[in-house]
């Protein structure tokens, strides 16, 4: 990695590569929604030919973070709140049915696990911790579902949304309220009670919704973008 977090660039990088770095970038919000993506630029900073740059862009169109418009080119997709909210919608049944599935095989070590997660939940003192230890948490409850393509499906909603939101997202909820669910969700887990898990998650997400709505008339704006 290099100053500010970004990754060196060695020279000759193939298209996936190319691909992984500048979704790392999209994700994160180095690259905010509209950011146009030249090739001509790109192709020169990562010492290739428009090939490999134009096959990773046609990746990440594919995963949902480019989008390709007449007489513009690549650019960063911008989310409006629709969007937003419509990907929670995708989360909420995602997620639900993975946690369904993964309680009747959860083992202790993994109920364990997403114990020393909260427990470093609770003694982190930054947002950006919050936001990572909270993905940490609700992924180490997925694992057992045995869905690898589910769990993919799940990546794939919150890359999207991408960490910049996410980051925004935990700003507003702080910390109390996220953390007392989380402890009642690991507890309806760990008894192996699926029907009040699922009830708990839901809810969680669904507020989560209703934040994300409460953040959009703090800031004024009709989408997500840098």
Known sequence: MG????????????SIDIYAVLKDRIVKGVLAGG???????????????KIPVREALRQLESAGLVEFRPRRGAIVIELSAEDVL?????????????????IPNMVDDEISLAHEILEEYSDESEIEGWSK???????????ACDRPHLLSYIDDVKNRMGAYLQFNVTMARGFSRPHEEHQQLLAACEARDVDAAVQILRTHIETTQKEVLAFIRREHVGS???
Do not use: M, W
């Open 224 to 226: 997500f973008v840098k």
């Open 86 to 102: 419509d990907l929670l919608d995708v989360r909420l049944a995602l997620e639900c049915r993975a946690l369904e599935l993964a």
């Open 35 to 49: 950011t146009p993506l030249k090739q001509t630029n790109l192709a020169a900073e990562f010492g290739v030919s």
């Open 133 to 143: 230890l909270n993905v940490r948490f609700h992924n180490s409850l997925y694992a």
């Open 3 to 14: 100053e500010g977090g970004q990754q060196f660039i060695r020279d000759g990088s193939s």
